[in-house]
């Protein structure tokens, strides 16, 4: 079971928090590899169906899109 928490998604609701799912090991190697990130744990993505956004836990304006083949 992957670990789950409950921030705001800029993309779905700014300002209601909904479940985040920490990232999968395919999503943190996309991540290091297509910006700047190099500390991964903290990441978090959103668990709507459908939303590819991901946020650092302590900065929502951080926020990134995945592409659809690996969200
Ligand atoms: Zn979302």
Redesign the pocket.
Known sequence: MPKSINLP?????PHRS?PHTSLTAEQKDWLRKNTDVKYTDDWWK???TG???ARPYASEGKSVQFPPDIA
């Open positions: 998604c800029k993309t779905c609701r909904r959103c668990a709507e939303c590819l956004t």
